[in-house]
C-alpha cells in the first residue's frame, strides 16, 4: 500500500504473546498493509490501554487486533473504548485457550469483538480478517485477497 502510516494496530496484553501475535503481523506484510504492534494490558496497565484505544483512530488506525490469554479482557475493554472495529485474538492457556476464548467472545450486547479461534491459526486469521475490513476502503486490498483465496484453492489441488 501507499500509505506508510499504520492501518492496523496489534496490541497483546504481554509480551509472552508476541509468538502467537507474530502470525497476524506476518499476515499484515504480506498485504503490505503498514501496522504498529505494542504490548498493553487490560489489567496490569488499564490507563496505558484505555488511552491507546481512545486515540487510536485519531492516528489513522482503522481495524485493531487485540491478543491476550486467561482472563483475557484486552479486546473487550478495548472495545469499549473505541468506534474502530475490534478483532479478538485468544492465546493457548493453562485451561487450553478456553478462558481465553470465552474471555473474549463473551462480549455483552452493544460492544462486538470479531473474535477468532485460539492460537496461531486464530492470530493468523485475524490478519486476513483485518484486510478484508481494510479492503471496503482501500479496493486495492481486493486483488490481493482474490489472489490469496486463489492460492489456497490451488495448495489443496497440489
Ligand atoms: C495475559 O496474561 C496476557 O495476554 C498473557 O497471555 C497472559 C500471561 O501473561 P504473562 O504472565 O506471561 O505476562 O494478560
Known sequence: MKDP?????IVMGSDSDLPVMQETAGVLAEFKVPFEMT???AH???ERTAEYARKAEGHGIEVIVAGAGGAAHLAGVIAGHTILPVIGVPMESGLMGLD???STVQMPGGVPVATVAVGKA????AGILAVQILSGKHPELKKSLRRYK????AKVKA
Not at 502510516?5 to 494496530?9: D, E, N, T
Not at 486464530?122 to 486469521?125: F, K, L
Not at 486463489?150 to 484453492?153: E, V, Y
Open 44 to 46: 496490569r496497565s488499564p
Open 5 to 9: 502510516k499504520p492501518l492496523v494496530a
Open 100 to 102: 481465553s476464548l470465552l
Open 150 to 153: 486463489a492460492s489456497l484453492a
Open 122 to 125: 486464530g492470530a493468523r486469521n
Open 39 to 41: 504490548v498493553s494490558s
